[in-house]
Protein backbone atom coordinates (compact mmCIF):
# COMPACT_ATOMS: atom_id res chain seq x y z
CA UNK A 1 0.00 0.00 0.00
CA UNK A 2 0.78 3.80 -0.80
CA UNK A 3 1.54 6.13 2.08
CA UNK A 4 4.27 7.47 4.05
CA UNK A 5 6.84 6.20 6.28
CA UNK A 6 8.12 7.76 9.24
CA UNK A 7 11.20 6.37 11.17
CA UNK A 8 12.14 6.54 14.03
CA UNK A 9 9.48 6.05 15.73
CA UNK A 10 11.03 7.59 18.99
CA UNK A 11 14.22 9.34 19.73
CA UNK A 12 16.14 10.94 22.15
CA UNK A 13 18.59 13.64 21.78
CA UNK A 14 21.38 14.70 23.68
CA UNK A 15 22.23 18.72 24.29
CA UNK A 16 24.31 19.71 21.28
CA UNK A 17 23.43 16.86 19.50
CA UNK A 18 22.40 17.11 15.16
CA UNK A 19 19.76 14.29 14.08
CA UNK A 20 18.09 13.26 11.37
CA UNK A 21 14.41 12.32 11.38
CA UNK A 22 13.61 10.23 7.88
CA UNK A 23 10.65 10.35 5.79
CA UNK A 24 9.91 8.24 2.84
CA UNK A 25 6.67 8.21 0.43
CA UNK A 26 5.77 5.47 -2.18
CA UNK A 27 3.42 8.12 -3.30
CA UNK A 28 4.86 9.91 -5.86
CA UNK A 29 3.54 13.15 -4.50
CA UNK A 30 5.79 16.23 -5.70
CA UNK A 31 5.33 18.28 -2.52
CA UNK A 32 6.60 16.98 0.69
CA UNK A 33 7.00 19.41 4.32
CA UNK A 34 7.93 18.73 8.18
CA UNK A 35 5.23 19.76 10.67
CA UNK A 36 5.89 20.25 14.43
CA UNK A 37 3.46 19.81 16.66
CA UNK A 38 3.30 21.11 20.29
CA UNK A 39 0.26 20.11 22.72
CA UNK A 40 -2.07 23.08 22.51
CA UNK A 41 -0.19 24.80 19.53
CA UNK A 42 -1.26 22.61 16.67
CA UNK A 43 0.86 22.11 13.50
CA UNK A 44 3.43 24.78 12.65
CA UNK A 45 5.28 24.05 9.03
CA UNK A 46 8.94 24.07 9.32
CA UNK A 47 10.23 23.40 5.67
CA UNK A 48 8.45 22.53 2.55
CA UNK A 49 9.80 20.99 -0.97
CA UNK A 50 7.36 21.26 -4.07
CA UNK A 51 9.89 20.00 -6.06
CA UNK A 52 13.20 17.74 -5.82
CA UNK A 53 16.25 19.54 -5.39
CA UNK A 54 14.67 22.91 -4.41
CA UNK A 55 13.20 23.56 -0.53
CA UNK A 56 11.37 26.38 1.26
CA UNK A 57 11.03 27.78 4.75
CA UNK A 58 8.44 27.75 6.27
CA UNK A 59 7.31 29.41 9.77
CA UNK A 60 9.28 28.36 12.68
CA UNK A 61 12.78 26.78 10.28
CA UNK A 62 15.31 28.13 12.77
CA UNK A 63 17.55 25.73 14.16
CA UNK A 64 16.17 23.14 10.89
CA UNK A 65 17.54 21.87 7.74
CA UNK A 66 16.37 19.58 5.49
CA UNK A 67 17.79 18.27 1.56
CA UNK A 68 15.47 16.65 -1.44
CA UNK A 69 17.76 14.72 -3.23
CA UNK A 70 14.92 12.45 -4.39
CA UNK A 71 11.37 12.77 -4.74
CA UNK A 72 10.39 9.95 -2.26
CA UNK A 73 12.92 11.03 0.79
CA UNK A 74 12.42 14.30 3.02
CA UNK A 75 14.87 14.06 5.69
CA UNK A 76 14.68 16.53 8.45
CA UNK A 77 17.85 17.55 10.63
CA UNK A 78 17.32 19.06 14.00
CA UNK A 79 20.38 20.81 14.72
CA UNK A 80 22.36 21.81 17.98
CA UNK A 81 21.13 25.24 17.55
CA UNK A 82 17.11 24.50 17.94
CA UNK A 83 16.83 24.89 21.72
CA UNK A 84 13.82 23.66 22.23
CA UNK A 85 13.41 20.54 20.33
CA UNK A 86 11.35 18.11 22.03
CA UNK A 87 8.20 17.72 20.14
CA UNK A 88 6.12 15.57 17.74
CA UNK A 89 7.35 16.02 13.99
CA UNK A 90 5.28 14.97 11.29
CA UNK A 91 5.71 14.62 7.76
CA UNK A 92 3.37 14.86 5.09
CA UNK A 93 3.26 14.98 1.01
CA UNK A 94 0.31 16.47 -1.16
CA UNK A 95 -1.16 15.52 -4.36
CA UNK A 96 -1.80 18.42 -7.47
CA UNK A 97 -5.14 18.40 -6.57
CA UNK A 98 -4.85 19.52 -2.76
CA UNK A 99 -5.21 16.26 -0.53
CA UNK A 100 -2.30 16.15 1.97
CA UNK A 101 -0.95 12.25 3.09
CA UNK A 102 0.39 11.97 6.73
CA UNK A 103 2.90 10.19 8.24
CA UNK A 104 2.62 8.49 11.82
CA UNK A 105 5.30 10.96 13.39
CA UNK A 106 8.28 11.08 15.46
CA UNK A 107 8.54 11.82 18.85
CA UNK A 108 12.03 13.80 19.73
CA UNK A 109 13.09 13.93 23.42
CA UNK A 110 15.81 16.06 24.48
CA UNK A 111 17.31 13.85 27.17
CA UNK B 1 -2.88 35.57 5.78
CA UNK B 2 -5.20 32.97 6.87
CA UNK B 3 -5.92 31.71 10.15
CA UNK B 4 -8.25 29.54 12.02
CA UNK B 5 -10.27 29.86 15.34
CA UNK B 6 -10.92 26.32 17.19
CA UNK B 7 -13.45 27.47 20.02
CA UNK B 8 -12.54 25.10 22.67
CA UNK B 9 -9.53 23.32 23.69
CA UNK B 10 -11.69 20.10 25.05
CA UNK B 11 -15.48 19.22 24.31
CA UNK B 12 -16.86 16.27 26.65
CA UNK B 13 -20.00 14.22 25.22
CA UNK B 14 -21.95 11.00 26.43
CA UNK B 15 -21.53 8.39 24.02
CA UNK B 16 -24.86 8.63 21.81
CA UNK B 17 -25.20 12.56 22.11
CA UNK B 18 -24.37 14.92 19.28
CA UNK B 19 -21.01 15.97 19.24
CA UNK B 20 -20.27 19.77 17.86
CA UNK B 21 -16.81 21.13 17.10
CA UNK B 22 -16.39 24.61 16.50
CA UNK B 23 -14.22 26.08 14.00
CA UNK B 24 -14.18 29.66 12.58
CA UNK B 25 -11.82 30.93 9.75
CA UNK B 26 -10.25 33.78 8.27
CA UNK B 27 -8.95 33.90 4.84
CA UNK B 28 -8.83 36.67 1.81
CA UNK B 29 -9.35 34.02 -0.79
CA UNK B 30 -11.90 31.21 -1.45
CA UNK B 31 -10.69 28.83 0.92
CA UNK B 32 -10.14 24.88 1.24
CA UNK B 33 -11.68 23.53 4.41
CA UNK B 34 -9.91 20.38 6.19
CA UNK B 35 -11.15 18.43 9.35
CA UNK B 36 -8.32 15.73 10.33
CA UNK B 37 -8.33 13.32 13.33
CA UNK B 38 -5.58 12.60 15.66
CA UNK B 39 -5.76 9.20 17.70
CA UNK B 40 -2.30 8.73 20.55
CA UNK B 41 1.04 9.36 18.58
CA UNK B 42 -0.33 9.03 15.48
CA UNK B 43 -0.46 10.70 12.27
CA UNK B 44 -3.55 12.70 10.44
CA UNK B 45 -6.41 11.50 9.33
CA UNK B 46 -8.53 13.47 7.05
CA UNK B 47 -12.30 13.01 8.02
CA UNK B 48 -13.53 15.57 5.43
CA UNK B 49 -12.81 18.12 2.89
CA UNK B 50 -14.41 21.27 1.47
CA UNK B 51 -12.97 22.27 -1.91
CA UNK B 52 -15.91 24.71 -3.54
CA UNK B 53 -18.41 22.09 -4.18
CA UNK B 54 -21.47 21.02 -2.15
CA UNK B 55 -21.15 23.10 1.15
CA UNK B 56 -22.55 20.41 3.64
CA UNK B 57 -19.67 17.89 3.57
CA UNK B 58 -20.19 14.12 4.18
CA UNK B 59 -16.84 12.23 5.99
CA UNK B 60 -15.84 9.27 7.13
CA UNK B 61 -16.80 7.58 10.22
CA UNK B 62 -20.61 9.43 10.25
CA UNK B 63 -18.81 13.33 10.90
CA UNK B 64 -20.13 16.02 8.36
CA UNK B 65 -19.64 19.98 8.30
CA UNK B 66 -21.08 22.80 6.63
CA UNK B 67 -19.37 25.52 4.86
CA UNK B 68 -20.72 28.43 5.92
CA UNK B 69 -19.25 31.90 4.06
CA UNK B 70 -21.39 34.30 6.16
CA UNK B 71 -20.33 33.05 9.38
CA UNK B 72 -16.93 32.07 7.87
CA UNK B 73 -17.26 28.99 9.82
CA UNK B 74 -16.76 25.06 8.75
CA UNK B 75 -18.21 23.54 12.13
CA UNK B 76 -17.74 19.28 12.60
CA UNK B 77 -20.78 17.62 13.43
CA UNK B 78 -22.05 13.81 14.30
CA UNK B 79 -25.27 13.02 15.05
CA UNK B 80 -24.35 10.69 17.77
CA UNK B 81 -21.05 9.94 19.38
CA UNK B 82 -19.08 7.15 19.71
CA UNK B 83 -16.35 5.76 22.33
CA UNK B 84 -14.05 5.13 19.25
CA UNK B 85 -14.62 9.17 18.28
CA UNK B 86 -12.59 10.37 21.62
CA UNK B 87 -9.24 11.44 19.65
CA UNK B 88 -8.25 15.41 19.25
CA UNK B 89 -8.99 17.04 16.17
CA UNK B 90 -7.70 19.80 13.96
CA UNK B 91 -9.75 22.22 11.44
CA UNK B 92 -7.43 23.57 8.83
CA UNK B 93 -7.49 25.89 6.00
CA UNK B 94 -5.24 26.50 2.96
CA UNK B 95 -6.11 28.89 -0.25
CA UNK B 96 -7.64 26.98 -3.75
CA UNK B 97 -5.02 28.50 -5.48
CA UNK B 98 -1.05 28.17 -5.66
CA UNK B 99 1.27 26.78 -2.97
CA UNK B 100 -1.76 25.77 -0.74
CA UNK B 101 -0.21 25.96 2.68
CA UNK B 102 -2.04 24.05 5.25
CA UNK B 103 -2.91 26.35 8.19
CA UNK B 104 -3.92 24.28 11.69
CA UNK B 105 -6.12 25.52 14.52
CA UNK B 106 -4.64 24.71 17.81
CA UNK B 107 -6.94 21.18 17.99
CA UNK B 108 -9.90 20.57 19.78
CA UNK B 109 -9.65 17.03 22.31
CA UNK B 110 -13.22 15.37 22.70
CA UNK B 111 -14.05 13.27 25.00
CA UNK B 112 -16.73 10.35 25.66
CA UNK B 113 -18.49 9.24 28.58
CA UNK B 114 -20.28 5.94 29.12
Known amino acids: DGGITQSPKYLFRKEGQNVTLSCEQN?????MYWYRQDPGQGLRLIYYSQIVNDFQKGDIAEGYSVSREKKESFPLTVTSAQKNPTAFYLC??????????FGSGTRLTVV | AQSVTQLGSHVSVSEGALVLLRCNYS??????LFWYVQYPNQGLQLLLKYTSAATLVKGINGFEAEFKKSETSFHLTKPSAHMSDAAEYFCAVSMNTGFQKLVFGTGTRLLVSP
Open chain 2, 27 to 32: SSVPPY
Open chain 1, 92 to 101: ASKTASGGYT
Open chain 1, 27 to 31: LNHDA
